[in-house]
Structure formats: C-alpha cells, structure tokens
C-alpha cells in the first residue's frame, strides 16, 4: 500500500508498507485455482449442504476433478432436467418461485443501479435460517452426490 494525499498522490518519502502476500498456488492445479478457491469450493469439514447446493451437482465435481467429458454429458443431463420442469410448470400453469428470495418490485435503486426493466431485485425471505440445523458432512457423500434443486422431483430417473 503506499499512502497518498488528498489530491491523490503518493506522500513522498514514505515507504510503501506489503498489505498481504499470496500463498503459492497448489502445483498441477489443473485450473491453477488458488488455495482460497479450493477452500470455497469445497465440502470438507462443512454441514451437509441442502439438496440444491451446487457443490452437489454432478457436472461441476466432473469438472473440479478436470473429467471434461463426463462434465458435459452431466451438464447436458442436467439442462434436460431443467427443460422438463419448465414444460410441467407450464402445463400445471404454475410460476417459478425462488426458495430463499422475494422479488422486491419497489427497490431503492441508486445512481450506477441497473434499471428495473433489466434486472428484476431480490431480497432474501429468511426461509433459509428456519431450516433445521443439518449434520456435518464427508465431501465423497457430497461432492457430485444427491443433487436436487426440482420443483417437481417426482418426474426426474435416477
């Protein structure tokens, strides 16, 4: 960091002072992800994540182990899923609704905002904290394992 003055420049004769110093990346990363990445994303030592986690999506733990074709087909399978929601939903004449936000139609929106006509505001419901506190989980019993974020989970195979 090197301090600076009201006019923005640098205040001469005043060393610039190291704020933080970046781990070093694991080796043969095959996405040369940072240690704070791999921290974020993964499922060790964490509370069994809800259904719709991402984390359990089979496609994304294909792609974290660098298995880009089963991450394709995974994906594929997944956006076929996905299609077949929306036709049930359309045929039931039923809205999709998210689980843990509400769409906020009167939003304080401030300077630099994107207007309403482009992106609709959410803000979140509090549903979430109402769940039941859930056990720790193993990241092999997660990872890739139980995905579920479906409206209508009965029409999905196994």
Known sequence: MVPCGPDGEPVPDVPPRRLWTCTEKPKDDYYSFGKFTH???????????????????PDRSALYNGETVPAGVEKHRLEEMQRAEK?????????????????????????GDAPLDKV??????????????????????????GFCPWQYPEIHSK
């Open 120 to 145: 609709p505001y959410w803000e979140w419901n509090g549903e979430y904290d109402k769940q039941p506190e859930r056990p720790m989980g193993k990241a092999d019993e997660i990872d890739g394992k």
């Open 39 to 57: 921290k974020i994303s993964s499922s060790e030592g964490i509370r069994t994540p809800l259904p719709s986690d991402s984390r359990r999506r």
């Open 87 to 111: 036709r049930v939903r359309d045929e039931k004449g039923d809205a999709w609704t998210p689980r843990w936000f509400k769409r906020v139609e009167e939003p304080q929106l401030y300077e």
